[in-house]
């Protein structure tokens, strides 16, 4: 069974650019995850998705969003890029067990900002 | 709000040493706590878990009890390994908001040498 597959692995942008992040979950789960992981700071909630839908937002501000598609695949956009978005973006995925803790983490997508 | 304190690293110990990552947490309800950990280059995994006061969670040689009166959930191996080099990570979700993903904490880095 396939785990958590994001993409791309690495993504280079400037300052002012928009980054598109991908994220498929497990097949079968219906629930997906956001978290952003700086150095230094830990990992800080994003954004949850479930059945299509935005369920949660962490505290980021509005140039972050996603979307959630009808495969349960989703997206996370990051417009007007600043430095400090620069971090490891990690997806999550989970099932029947959704919202209670059991996730399963995808490998992250570095993004670097300059 | 919620929030989780882990201990600063980095931890190193030597091969077979005894191994404690402390953690604490602030919380409204009643919430369950985990321990994730994240191997070099992987994504994130749960390591074990406990969703109720006096619970211990088990998993690998690790544990961890869910302390309520101290509102901690320190984690313990007796005899670390050097594959248990990673990165961990302690977390809570409130079991009476569904609305709320996974709070984590900074993330613990140990480093076990032979």
């Known amino acids: 069974e396939a785990g958590v597959t994001q993409s791309p692995t690495h993504l280079i942008k400037t300052r002012g650019q928009q980054a598109t992040l991908r994220c498929s979950p497990i097949s079968g789960h219906t629930s997906v995850y956001w978290y952003q992981q700086a150095l230094g700071l830990g990992l800080q909630f994003l954004l949850w998705?479930?059945?299509?839908?935005?369920?949660n937002r962490g505290n980021f501000p509005p140039r972050f969003s996603g979307r959630q598609f009808p495969n349960y695949s989703s997206e996370l956009n990051v417009n007007a890029l600043e430095l400090e978005d620069s971090a490891l973006y990690l997806c999550?995925?989970?099932?029947?067990?959704?919202?209670?803790?059991?996730?399963?983490f995808g490998s992250g997508t570095q993004l670097s900002v300059l | 709000g919620n929030s989780v304190t882990q201990m600063e690293g980095p931890v190193t110990l030597s091969e077979e040493a005894f191994l404690t990552i402390n953690c604490t947490y602030t919380a409204t309800g009643y919430p369950s706590l985990f321990w994730y950990v994240q191997y070099p280059g992987e994504g994130l995994q749960l390591l074990l878990k406990?969703?109720?006061?006096?619970d211990k969670g088990s998993n690998k040689g690790f544990e961890a009890t869910y302390r309520k009166e101290t509102t901690s959930f320190h984690l313990e191996k007796g005899s670390v390994q050097v594959s248990d080099s990673a990165v961990y990570f302690c977390?809570?979700?409130?079991?009476?908001?569904?609305?709320?993903?996974?709070?984590f904490g900074k993330g613990t880095t140990l480093s076990v040498s032979s």
């Open positions: 999550a995925s989970s099932g029947e067990d959704r919202g209670r803790g059991k996730l399963f």
């Open positions: 998705y479930d059945e299509g839908e935005e369920r």
């Open positions: 406990a969703t109720k006061a006096d």
């Open positions: 977390a809570l979700t409130s079991a009476n908001q569904a609305g709320t993903a996974l709070i």
